[in-house]
């Protein structure tokens, strides 16, 4: 088979097993299936270390100014936890668009590398948070095989973690390897940011100050906010931001808080320069947006 015979296999297995459009979870946590079956509005969400395919129709990724489509038959890695727009570009009932998302391991993408035994990336080859290729023949497979393991009783826990693993190897070996090769490189800038930047995933709503982030990658203030700004495209005060309203804006949505007890529990202590950047980031007040997503049921994801 050819590439494309490939992509449509991996199509027809991922419709085989959603039925419907929408979000749809596997057996295996880190792994969801996507179908939309008309154009999405655009969406503020944050994408983790990911890799995500387009089987059929196609997507847009905006984000720090940068604009990435991501069409049929290619694969989008995101190799650090990043504030994106994304949207649905292409998609009908009749041609769904049709998506994977696979979740990967830091700590399996590590031994991996250490065991291939990999060159060190380029140091003056400038390193980008996404990038976009096109699906080779053996990824698709492996990404099939994953898929047809889920509904497999007998060798799924036993050929699960073989399969993720095949799909590191391809990835570190193929056009996204230069990316995972910066992230998986021990001693540079980047994994001592990495390391911040799972900091404040997990604790954003505290009070910090800059110095003591770049106290915590063991660089200076200026040094901290380059490398920062290189490897997620932001500044650290912007980063900090968009988690705090993103976390906001999902407290509202799913939980039914009001701003008032959304700003607080992020860590903001004036309400009122909270309303400011919410609207700022999302085109619209709190409350208003929020009445918008439930009046549209679209995910915040």
């Given at each position: 088979m050819n590439t494309n015979q490939y992509i449509e296999t991996?199509?027809?297995s991922v419709l085989?097993?959603?039925?419907?459009?929408?979000?749809?979870?596997?057996?295996?946590?880190?792994?969801?299936?996507?179908?939309?079956?008309?154009?999405?509005?655009?969406?503020?969400?944050?994408?983790?270390?990911?890799?995500?395919v387009t089987i059929q129709g196609?997507?847009?990724?905006?984000?720090e100014g940068n604009i990435l489509p991501c069409s049929a038959g290619q694969s989008m890695l995101t190799?650090?936890?990043?504030?994106?727009?994304?949207?649905v570009t292409h998609a009908s009932r009749h041609?769904?668009?049709?998506?994977?998302?696979?979740?990967?391991?830091y700590t399996m993408l590590l031994q991996t590398a250490s065991e291939?035994?990999?060159?060190?990336?380029?140091?003056?080859?400038?390193?980008?948070?996404?990038?976009?290729?096109?699906?080779?023949?053996?990824?698709?497979?492996?990404?099939?095989?994953?898929?047809?393991?889920?509904s497999d009783n007998q060798f799924a826990k036993s050929l699960i973690p073989l399969v993720e693993k095949e799909i590191i190897i391809r990835l570190l070996q193929g056009p996204h390897g230069l990316q995972l090769r910066h992230l998986a490189s021990s001693g540079v800038p980047s994994s001592q940011i990495l390391k911040v930047v799972t900091w404040l995933k997990h604790n954003f709503?505290?009070?910090?100050?800059?110095?003591?982030?770049?106290e915590k990658a063991h660089m200076s203030g200026t040094t901290f906010r380059q490398h920062f700004k290189t490897l997620t495209g932001t500044s650290p005060l912007q980063y900090?931001?968009?988690?705090?309203?993103?976390?906001?804006?999902?407290?509202?949505?799913?939980?039914?808080?009001?701003?008032?007890?959304?700003?607080?529990?992020?860590?903001?202590?004036s309400a009122t320069q909270f309303s400011r950047e919410y609207s700022r980031l999302f085109g619209l007040p709190p409350q208003k947006d929020i009445q918008r997503l439930r009046k549209q049921q679209l995910p915040i994801r």
């Open positions: 991996l199509r027809d085989k097993h959603c039925k419907r459009e929408g979000d749809h979870a596997t057996a295996l946590p880190e792994l969801t299936l996507h179908i939309r079956n008309a154009p999405t509005e655009p969406l503020h969400c944050i994408y983790t270390l990911s890799l995500a196609a997507k847009q990724i905006s984000y190799t650090v936890d990043l504030p994106v727009i994304s949207h041609n769904p668009f049709v998506a994977l998302v696979l979740k990967l391991d291939l035994n990999l060159d060190k990336p380029v140091r003056d080859i400038k390193y980008q948070p996404i990038s976009i290729h096109d699906l080779d023949s053996g990824l698709t497979d492996a990404l099939k095989r994953l898929i047809e393991l889920q709503a505290q009070t910090v100050e800059m110095d003591e982030l770049a900090l931001k968009t988690l705090r309203l993103q976390e906001a804006r999902d407290q509202m949505l799913m939980n039914g808080l009001d701003a008032t007890q959304a700003s607080s529990m992020v860590g903001y202590e």
